[in-house]
């Protein structure tokens, strides 16, 4: 009894390609909003000197957590940068003096409870790394007296074509991974620990179950099958757990707590090194890039930097993509600065890579979206209730409980734009 | 550097088109025309391609009288033109056929709106089209060429069972509308469309299981009523239509079960001796009302309670 997806090509050229750092850049921009929930305030002013790990953004809000700086040097200017949604947040921009002096004082937290460590958690920076960027310490910090939290999933999916860094952290930080799980176990009272991998990472769950062996006996390990959308939260946990995530609800109402696995890793060294979120794994690729790679980026470098690094060819770039081909969200300027979240960059050459675009033609009814829909919509009933602003149908057939997975649009022979509609008819409800 | 394209997700599509699957349906066909051109001759090759072409320019045409985007890239014209001659006797006179494919291609699918909108089975209403208008021509068979001493005229389902051997029926060596007779080619078109994904297997499945089982049950020949007729050219590619048959898989199988029983009925207490096209026809019509009530639940939510539906009202 599984959810079942669809299978994708998974293009991942770069599951070989060992982790490398980024050259300093130059200079970098720090946005302060990097996860979903509340923007920062600029901690610094133009002029400052500013160190590695020295924070330079928080808030007070629960839902946001704080910014630090990537790079040391000297803050030459706050600017405006224009989001992916339309909105705008504050930017700092640092000129970096290539020391990279670290800030004194960054030493591992003291921790001693739950209370403690999911300050700890919100004090590094930390949030979701898979992309969505949901502030890890609201993870962790559920109402232990509302909830009845016993099982940890640690989702290593990794369903996206092309996206290779949650494969090369297990590989490369497996050490990490199994610290946090330690932590959270110990300071949570958390039982049970899945990792769901999906089969085209053998080596990855080779390494996984070995160092399972080697620390903690009770993690479980799951091979997952290779079928979009694994990796999406409602789709994981029914298929390691068999618990449904029912419509409103969050999975801490079915008792699991859900972490990407860089996430976790990246807990695993904050823990052992006190040294914030200022950098991130993330694959380069697509068909316009000479050198796809995984490169180590500091947080706020232009998106241009890493892909000159990875021999993209100016020329040949069509469409530059953050994050993963089905997900992702196109940029609009590469000058804008990678993010927490950014789990990969593809740069795609002008219609390549993606065959029969645009070409739409009328419905003919094949099911294909219906079978594929990982939460049981009917997406071209969908469409034809938004198309007749029919707010009753939407509401009534879910539009709502869409999470925009992308396979609906992906199997269309008509080429129809199923899931942006979808996305069209939520927002279509949420103004009425 | 050029200007970005900037689009919504998903920023890859499957290589899977309109114009792909229709394509894929022709070549499942292609064994039972070459099956046909066997058994009739050039003329079975002829009326074939004066189907396909007219359907194809009637589609051109209404597109140009309609001052709609050209759709004949799609191919779905030359699939119903193609399916159209499979229902018809290889003898029948061309310009019969120009008929059908007009009532197919104009009456019944541009008139409604073109691709998607119609909500019954293109080829089949040809096929009725010119069933109640040329009777006689519509059910003269001719025999097939290499069975020189098969007798006459009559189509397997009415001449008294056991005149043909289950062999000759799954083979093809008998009378009847030019694409159908040959069951083996048929089913090797249906298994091709199902590795090709391009159907699932749960009209066809359903229609000739309950054909079979009705069969049995009414004492006839089960399996001489499978093969005979246009029973799997109608359960493999007219039942199958996309556009007139439900789209949830349960919905599919509550079709194919309705088509069974229909045809049945038609065969054994109608005055017709084929009830395929009308069965499958009729089952086009409550299609809308399958698919509403064979709507998928979505994913953790509750059943929708009789209470609250009319709380709603």
Request: include cysteine.
């Amino acid at each position: 009894m599984n959810i079942k997806g669809m299978f994708l090509d998974h293009k991942k050229n770069t599951a070989g390609a060992k982790t490398v750092e980024l050259p300093l850049p130059k200079q970098v921009r720090i946005a302060m909003q990097q996860c979903a929930g509340a923007a920062c305030d600029v901690l610094v002013k133009p002029g400052d000197q500013v160190l590695v790990g020295q924070k330079i953004g928080d808030s007070d809000k629960y839902m946001s957590v704080p910014v630090h700086s990537s790079v040391s040097g000297k803050v030459t200017g706050i600017s405006e940068l224009l989001q992916v949604g339309g909105r705008t947040c504050k930017c700092v921009d640092i000129e970096t003096d290539g020391t990279q002096t670290l800030l004194e004082g960054i030493k591992p937290p003291v921790i001693t409870d739950a209370e403690s460590f999911c300050r700890a958690v919100r004090e590094s920076g930390c949030c979701g790394l898979g992309g969505a960027g949901f502030p890890t310490h609201v993870k962790l910090g559920f109402d232990r007296e509302k909830y009845n939290v016993d099982t940890l999933i640690i989702n290593a999916a990794e369903c996206e074509p092309y996206l290779t860094g949650d494969h090369r952290t297990m590989l490369e930080d497996t050490d990490s991974i199994f610290d946090a799980i330690a932590a959270i176990k110990k300071y949570l009272g958390i039982k049970n620990v899945h990792i769901g991998i999906e089969k085209n990472k053998p080596d990855a769950i080779d390494v996984m179950r070995g160092n399972a062996a080697k620390y903690d006996s009770t993690v479980r390990i799951t091979a997952l099958e290779t079928k979009y959308p694994q990796g999406a939260e409602k789709v994981i946990v029914y298929n390691l757990t068999g618990k449904i995530i029912r419509e409103g609800q969050i999975p801490a109402d079915v008792g699991v707590v859900v972490l990407n696995v860089s996430t976790c890793a990246f807990i695993g060294k904050y823990l052992r090194t006190g040294m914030p979120l200022v950098s991130r794994r993330l694959t380069v690729s697509g068909d316009a890039v000479g050198n796809p790679c995984n490169v180590n980026v500091p947080v706020g470098t232009c998106f241009e930097d890493v892909l000159w690094y990875a021999d993209c060819d100016p020329e040949k770039i069509g469409k530059v993509i953050s994050g993963g081909p089905m997900m992702g969200t196109d940029l609009f300027d590469l000058q804008d600065p990678v993010c927490k979240t950014c789990s990969g960059i593809l740069a795609m050459r002008q219609g390549g890579d993606r065959p029969g675009e645009r070409v739409q033609t009328a419905c003919i009814r094949c099911g294909r979206c219906i079978r594929v829909c990982p939460v049981g919509l009917m997406p071209t009933v969908l469409e034809k209730a938004f198309d007749k602003k029919d707010r009753k149908t939407l509401s009534k057939m879910k539009v709502s409980l869409c999470m925009n997975c992308g396979s609906c649009s992906y199997v269309c022979p008509a080429k129809r734009d199923l899931a942006e509609k979808n996305q069209l008819a939520k927002a279509l409800l949420r103004t009425m | 550097m050029k200007d970005l394209t900037v689009s919504p997700s998903p920023h890859i599509r499957s290589n899977v088109t309109t114009s792909r699957i229709m394509l894929h349906v022709m070549i499942a066909l292609l064994p039972a025309l070459v099956m046909s051109a066997v058994l009739f001759g050039a003329e079975a090759l002829i009326l074939t391609g004066v189907c396909m072409l007219s359907a194809f320019v009637w589609e051109r045409l209404c597109n140009i009288v309609m001052k709609r985007p050209n759709t004949t890239g799609d191919l779905s014209a030359l699939v119903t033109g193609m399916i159209l001659a499979f229902n018809l006797p290889p003898s029948l006179p061309y310009w019969m056929g120009i008929i059908g494919t007009f009532a197919a291609i104009v009456i019944t699918k541009q008139i409604f709106g073109g691709l998607g909108q119609n909500f019954a089975n293109p080829a089949i209403v040809g096929r009725i089209v010119l069933m109640l208008s040329f009777t006689g021509e519509m059910t003269s068979w001719s025999k097939p060429l290499v069975v020189p001493d098969a007798v006459t005229s009559a189509t397997p389902l009415v001449a008294s069972s056991g005149q043909y051997s289950y062999l000759d029926l799954f083979l093809g060596f008998h009378t009847g509308c030019l694409g159908e007779v040959c069951a083996a080619a048929l089913i090797a078109g249906g298994l091709y469309l199902v590795v090709m994904r391009v159907i699932v297997p749960h009209i066809p499945l359903a229609y000739v299981g309950t054909v079979f089982v009705f069969s049995w049950i009414a004492g006839r020949d089960p399996v001489y009523q499978i093969l005979s007729g246009g029973l799997l050219l109608g359960a493999i590619f007219m039942a199958t239509d996309y556009v007139t048959s439900p789209v949830s898989n349960s919905g599919k199988v509550i079709f194919g079960i309705g088509c069974g029983v229909l045809t049945c009925v038609i065969r054994f207490y109608a005055n017709y001796p084929e009830g395929v096209s009308f069965a499958i026809l009729l089952m086009n019509i409550v299609t809308p009302y399958i698919d509403l009530l064979t709507r998928r639940r979505p994913f953790g939510t509750a059943p929708v309670k009789k209470e609250a539906a009319e709380n709603e009202k």
